[in-house]
């Protein structure tokens, strides 16, 4: 039966079809949550593990120097590992605005292989963690060791932008070795040359490590101590003071200079030269002949083990 015709001959017009009142759900946007595994590595990424890394290997080398037993070698690394996962998930974490002003899709929280939750609850977890390791050693190299801490988060949450951001660097570097030697039956302090060296150390990586992003720091608002002095003067300042570190490490023991410690402070002069040489744009020379020289530095420690062998 065909349906009814208007009084001009034109076909009715359908009536429109019942509404459910629901809307349409919209497009979600954004990257798709990560699976399990994959927040494991997004986690791995975000803690910085080289220099994590890096710090945890040196602490377990001086932890050896220094005659620890093995059970306390073992607790004073995972202390100072539960301290650099933490300081790194915090950085990250802090940094996730600016790093996504920048572009930067190589940190994990801005690609979205983890999520910032996941981070802080990871950050705080190993803070916690922490605590417990560090106290293991007895309260005196405990409390030491957690101030290091304590002020490499303080670098993360306000002094990273002030003219005070070498500072946490130069403390955290310079209780480290505090914490390894105060864990030992007596609780001795360290020599006054290898604080020293350390504290240059940090306060010369500081510098190396932020050289290469002066101008992404600039353009989100952080103005550190590098940043005051500029590309070049920064580059002379880190330098001379991974020098002084050297120096610190050559000279501060009791005897005669031995060879190689001329050798390294010859190497390390050329290197300071190097890098002050070229501190402009994103070349990265400043930051690696400093990182090379701390290397350098950390071999020649290791080497004159025996200068801490009797602090046990």
Request: with cysteine.
């Amino acid at each position: 039966m065909s349906p009814a015709r208007a009084a001009d001959g034109t076909p009715p017009t359908p009536a429109p079809a019942p509404q459910t009142g629901r809307r349409p759900k919209p497009a979600v946007s954004g990257p798709p949550g990560p699976p399990g595994r994959s927040v494991l590595f997004g986690l791995l990424g975000a803690c910085h593990p080289v220099p994590a890394a890096a710090v945890t290997l040196f602490a377990a080398a001086l932890a050896a120097a220094v005659g620890r037993s093995l059970p306390g070698a073992a607790l004073a690394v995972a202390a100072v590992a539960a301290g650099q996962l933490s300081v790194g998930w915090c950085n990250d974490r802090v940094d996730l605005g600016r790093d996504l002003a920048t572009g930067r899709r190589d940190k994990p929280l801005v690609s979205g292989a983890v999520r910032p939750a996941a981070v802080t609850a990871a950050a705080l977890t190993a803070l916690l963690l922490c605590v417990p390791l560090s106290l293991a050693g007895g309260w005196l190299a405990g409390c030491a060791h957690l101030c290091g801490v304590a002020a490499a988060w303080a670098y993360n949450l306000r002094l990273k932008g002030t003219a005070f951001s070498w500072l946490p660097y130069a403390l955290a570097f310079g209780l480290l070795p505090a914490f390894v030697t105060l864990g030992l039956p007596g609780a001795p302090w360290p020599p006054w040359w290898l604080t020293a060296a350390a504290a240059l150390l940090g306060a010369g990586a500081h510098f190396a490590n932020v050289l290469p992003d002066l101008d992404e720091d600039l353009a989100t608002g952080v103005v550190g101590l590098p940043h005051r002095l500029g590309a070049r003067r920064a580059a002379a300042v880190g330098g001379l003071l991974v020098l002084g570190s050297a120096v610190a490490l050559v000279a501060g023991p009791p005897g005669r200079v031995p060879p190689y410690g001329w050798g390294l402070l010859a190497a390390t002069t050329v290197a300071v030269l190097l890098g002050a040489g070229r501190p402009t744009g994103r070349s990265r020379i400043p930051f690696l002949a400093t990182m090379g020289v701390a290397g350098a530095d950390v071999v020649l420690l290791l080497v004159r083990g025996a200068d801490l062998a009797g602090l046990g």
